[in-house]
């Protein structure tokens, strides 16, 4: 997004005739190509971003780099384990410890170790994804598409399906449907509710969750951005100032929450686990 935002004001000629540039200016100011879109993040007319023929988008580049440095750092951090950590396994060690801990058995006890590299993973991939936003060079948060985040909701939601059946049988559709200690007589409306929340809508809002808050918080701050740089030719230092002051404020609130919401997404995971390892009533 804020490349875009950039991209385009690169495009905007610098003066409209009366040594002044603003948005909405009517002396020939503006954008001297075309405006900004998500056509900024297509690389498949580049031939050097084609794999087997099919042009490769900025998000999907970002994916695997992503994938890429955290095997890399994974790997270098556990492949030959020290008794006593330090260096890059101490790191590496405090966060897995972190995610089993405070979430895996926090949710689940000690029955969910088993799933502790998924939410690991999990956890870690969404944050980088998250962070790229603040990347030199980058500055695009791989989560506000939202393909990613959806990928990842039905892959949580294939994990805690087969986990659920797997503990239950065709008995974890009662699991899902029917509470226990509800009169028989709400189980009949409360049931389809039941069997639709959690079978369908859980991924749904896992994933749109995860992409709103990276969409609105990242346009907020393109917007600010784009908003000191128009107002320091209209308006002068004052408003422009305001408005950059903004987006430093808005930027280091953005850090906070791309890591809530990476922490939100693998308890709201564990949570979904629990359910399904749970004993039926």
Known sequence: MSLSLAAGVSGLRADGGDGSCHLFGNNGCGFSHVAPSSEDFDFSNRPWFHIAGYGVTKPVLLVVLIAVAMISFFWVAFNKPKMIPSGVQNVAEVAYLFVRDRMARDSMGTKGDKYVPFL?????FVWLMNVMSFVPGVQFPVSSVYAFPLALAIMVWLTYMY???????AGYFRVLGVPSGVPLGILVILTPIELLS???IRPFTLGIRLFANMFAGHL?????????????SVKGIVFSGASFTMAIVMTGFE???????AYIFVMLTASYLAGALEEAH
């Open 120 to 124: 690991f993973s999990l956890f870690f």
């Open 163 to 169: 986990a659920g059946f797997k503990q239950h049988g």
């Open 198 to 200: 959690n079978i369908l």
């Open 220 to 232: 907020l701050i393109a917007t600010f951005s784009a908003g000191a740089w128009y107002m320091f």
């Open 255 to 261: 850090l906070f929450i791309q890591a809530l919401q």
